[in-house]
């Protein structure tokens, strides 16, 4: 089955596409996974569109501002509001404007802009799969990502995010992310 799913993606006519060869093994990996229905949280970083950054963009502070756009609605999020990051708790806002779960899936799959806006930090690895697995692009090269966890806690998905997430696509297996 493995096999059959390798060669399935990589051509539609018995040679390798052009997209196959010029996507890393890493992404190559995650492809064939997403195929075989095998996803994990962790493998939709790449899929959020951002410049990643080594070391971080990090001030040391425990205290960040973000503006998620989706559609033409601007969602702000803030640290130290109970949701964790900010990126999370302006994701958490979102929920809570829409009312349920459903709704929330149906304006993110119709919204053409979903897009993240946080240039005082980098965008956390936990984010930055989160984001990628809802579609999330940069709003600009200001916004960046970073390869690792960030803060000092454990990250991990609040419930309505949680939620969202299984939805939004039920083959993500959340089990890596407290739960």
Not at 5 to 20: D, Y
Not at 108 to 127: F, H, I, P, W, Y
Not at 142 to 149: A, D, L, N, S, V
Request: proline share 3%; aromatic share 8%.
């Amino acid at each position: 089955m493995y096999r059959a799913t390798v060669k399935k993606i990589k051509s539609k006519h018995g040679k390798p596409s052009r997209a196959w060869r010029q996507t890393s093994r890493k992404t190559r990996g995650a492809l064939v996974q997403r195929a075989l229905g095998k996803v994990t949280l962790d493998d939709f970083f790449d899929d959020f569109d951002a410049v990643q950054v080594d070391p971080a963009k990090n001030d040391g502070l425990e205290d960040c501002e973000v503006v998620l756009t989706i559609g033409t609605r601007g969602y702000r999020g803030k640290t130290g509001k109970g949701h964790g990051h900010a990126e999370m708790d302006a994701l958490v806002q979102f929920i809570e404007d829409v009312g349920d779960i459903d709704g929330c899936v149906t304006l993110l799959r119709r919204a053409r802009n979903k897009t993240v806006t946080c240039e005082d930090k980098s965008v956390c690895r936990g984010c930055a799969s989160v984001l990628g697995a809802l579609g999330f692009k940069a709003s600009s090269a200001e916004t960046t990502k970073y390869g690792k966890f960030m803060g000092k806690t454990q990250w991990a998905p609040v419930p309505q995010i949680r939620a969202l997430l299984k939805a939004y696509n039920p083959n993500i297996d959340l089990s890596n992310y407290g739960g």
